[in-house]
């Protein structure tokens, strides 16, 4: 299917590892300018390296309002108009249950995870208002349905961004503009990789099929989001996860 995204630039935060980058890679193939922003600007610049067509990297500390409105700014120059925001960053090594975790852990993970796609979408948002044309999709987690225990900090933020999503596509929806909010199951991720190996095996036995899930696959459905076969979808909460929140026996 040709999603007709060519021409579009697109920027993913996040984008140097993991899903991020698997939507790099997937939104140049479709023929998008991409734009890589990343705290690690150097694994940003080696993700650069690995698209085929127009591309540049921007270093990024989401948690910083001037920080992110230079990242947009650098990629707007070099590409052009941002068309496509995907939001693929965020915290996601905060372990302890509320009593261990400190409130400069609990501002850190805020900040960095809810805060940054704030500053995300305020960055572009206006400007594909005007233009009247935007995607903006936010990664966040299934988990934010059930909890998970000694992870209050990371699932109170990845909740947040289901109503800062849903919020966006009301102020949007009349400027062709969409917003939503994908939510992977248990992908084969660095960050996944960096888990004590108990945890690891824990994971994956809990899911429905007993398996890793390619960053690919959660990048497929995001590309198709993009795409003006689904303009019509937008506030929407889009599962990838296998079925992994099904009750199972």
Same mark, same amino acid.
């Given at each position: ?153 990371? $699932? =109170?933020? !990845? ?13 949007? *929806?009349?400027?062709? +503009? &969409? ?38 696959? $959660? =990048?497929? !459905? ?13 506030? *929407?909460?889009?599962? +990838? &996860? ?8």
């Amino acid at each position: 299917m040709d999603l007709n995204l060519s021409g579009k630039t697109a920027a993913v935060v996040g984008g140097a590892t993991g899903i991020g980058k698997a939507v790099c890679l997937t939104l140049a193939a479709e023929g998008c300018n991409i734009g890589v922003l990343d705290k690690n600007i150097e694994a940003a610049e080696a993700t650069v390296k690995e698209i085929q067509g127009k591309a540049v990297a921007a270093q990024v500390n989401i948690a910083d309002f001037d920080s992110v409105s230079a990242a947009f700014a650098k990629v707007a120059a070099d590409l052009g108009p941002v068309d496509i925001m995907v939001f693929a960053d965020g915290k996601y090594d905060t372990f302890g249950t509320v009593k261990q975790t400190s409130p400069e852990t609990w501002d850190n993970e805020l900040a960095n995870t809810l805060s940054g796609a704030f500053y995300c979408i305020k960055a572009v948002g206006p400007s594909m208002k005007e233009r009247k044309w935007g995607r903006i999709i936010n990664i966040s987690n299934r988990a934010v349905t059930s909890g998970a225990y000694g992870q209050s900090a990371h $699932i =109170a933020a !990845m909740a947040g961004l289901f109503g800062l999503t849903k919020t966006a596509a009301l102020e949007y *929806a009349r400027k062709n +503009v &969409t917003c939503n909010i994908v939510l992977p199951g248990l992908v084969d991720t660095p960050a996944y990789r960096a888990l004590p190996e108990a945890i690891q095996e824990k994971l994956l036995n809990k899911g429905l099929t007993k398996r890793l899930q390619e960053p690919a696959e $959660i =990048a497929n !459905m995001i590309a198709f989001l993009c795409s003006d076969y689904a303009k019509g979808i937008t506030g *929407a909460e889009v599962d +990838v &996860t296998m079925g992994n929140e099904l009750f199972v026996f």
